[in-house]
C-alpha cells in the first residue's frame, strides 16, 4: 500500500511559480508510474503530467507543457512539479497520483494523496 501526501500548494499571482511536492511512503516510486491531476472548482478531474517508466519518458497535458515540469528524486522518494508562468486558470486542487501502466486516464491509478490546493489570482 503505497501513501501519497502533496504538498507545496498555495496563494500566489498570476505569472508566479510553485512547486509542488508529492512524499511517498510503503513503496518505491521507481517501481510506479507517477502523475500529477488537478480538480477546479465545478470541474471534473484531469490530467496533468506524469512520469512514465525508463524509456516512456515524461507526458504533459497541453495546457500545462512549457510551463510546468515534472520530476522525481529516487533517493527522497519523492515527486515534484515545478509550475511557472503560473495562470489564474490553473487554479485547482492537484494530486498526486501512482499506477501500473503508461496511461493519463485516472482509472489507471492506484494510489492517490489527498491533494494541495493551488490558487493563482489575477
Known amino acids: 500500500q503505497v501513501q501519497l501526501v502533496e504538498s507545496g500548494g498555495g496563494l500566489v499571482q498570476s505569472g508566479g511559480s510553485l512547486r509542488l511536492s508529492c512524499a511517498a511512503s510503503?513503496?518505491?516510486?521507481?517501481?510506479?508510474?507517477m502523475g500529477w491531476f488537478r480538480q477546479a472548482p465545478g470541474k471534473e478531474r484531469e490530467f496533468v503530467a506524469a512520469y512514465y517508466w525508463a524509456g516512456a519518458g515524461t507526458d504533459y497535458a497541453a495546457a500545462v507543457k512549457g510551463r510546468f515540469t515534472i520530476s522525481r528524486e529516487y533517493a527522497k522518494n519523492m515527486l515534484y512539479l515545478q509550475m511557472n508562468s503560473l495562470k489564474p486558470e490553473d487554479t485547482a486542487v492537484y494530486y498526486c497520483?501512482?499506477?501500473?501502466?503508461?496511461?493519463?486516464?485516472?482509472?489507471?491509478?492506484?494510489?492517490w494523496g489527498q491533494g494541495t490546493q493551488v490558487t493563482v489570482s489575477s
Open positions: 497520483a501512482a499506477g501500473s501502466a503508461v496511461s493519463r486516464r485516472q482509472s489507471e491509478y492506484r494510489y
Open positions: 510503503g513503496g518505491t516510486i521507481s517501481r510506479y508510474v
